[in-house]
């Protein structure tokens, strides 16, 4: 891209009281020694980045409580046209603008890569006794629906239910290109959604179930099982080593450069202080990565 700011850390949160556009009633100081920011954040995106999003804007307005910041999800594709209209500050996204806005529109967005996702299937925890590891290519025929029971990659006799992810979704575009290899995803139109606390609690509640969400919604989640892709487990470790292969940067685009309470709140974002907390919620830090993409 034209436009390009890569951060270690951090990510970022968004939306206000109304406020549309690009901030341009937003007034902020630099936020230093004392200083407060004030004015609003909108934005819009991934739902994989919103745990951290929400998090990074409850300490923000812990020292700066006269921004107001609401939150939005509605998948990648969502969060980087609206950005690119204006209607709002700042969109989140698991894959790069490019792959999808036109190129003159993308070029328009400058990119603040905050942080590592890691993807991981998730099953129905009936079948986590039978089915703890899929090869690429049990994963590419389940999803491409090629395999319908689980008994034919060595599971109970259990049909296989696919919970799906819209295409504007870019954790399905993430998780098509490094877990699929490219291949297209089959639709489930009545099991598809793009929020992933949704798709847990579809995978919990039906037997033979399987998807994928991001590890900042498996924190402290007993509800569905894990599986492994080659024998390798979805972890922060083994992201950092390069060994689990479904990871991606996490962006927060920006119509142009920020300013005001916009950039106050991507400047906590991508902090040393902030990114501290990075790990605690299931995301990677960009500056441990052993494998560069």
Known sequence: MKLKKVACLGLAAMVALGALGCGSDNKAADNKAGSKVTGSVTGSG??????????????????????SITLNGGGSGTGLKQVADGSVNI??????????????????L??????VVTMAPVINKDLAAKVK???????????????TN????????????LITRPATSGTRALFQEFALGGAKEATNKSLETDDSGTLLQSVKDNKGAIGYVALSYLVNNKDVATVAIDGVEPTLDNTYNGKYPVWGYEHMYTK??????????LDFIIS?????????????????MQVKR
Do not use: M, R
């Open 46 to 67: 991934s739902s994989a980045l919103l745990p951290l999003a929400k998090d990074a804007a409850s300490k923000f307005k812990a020292i700066n409580p006269d921004v």
């Open 150 to 161: 689980w008994k034919q990659v060595g599971g109970p006799d259990e049909p296989i239910v």
């Open 272 to 288: 040393a202080d902030y990114g501290k907390e990075i790990e605690k919620q299931g995301y990677g830090v960009t500056a441990k």
């Open 91 to 108: 969109g989140n996204s698991d894959v790069p603008a490019e792959s999808k806005l036109k190129p003159e529109v993308a070029k328009g």
């Open 133 to 147: 590891s899929l090869t690429k290519a049990q994963l590419t025929d389940i999803f491409t629906a090629k395999v």
């Open 256 to 265: 142009g450069e920020a300013t005001g309470a916009v950039k106050a709140f």
């Open 110 to 115: 400058v990119d603040h890569k905050v942080c």
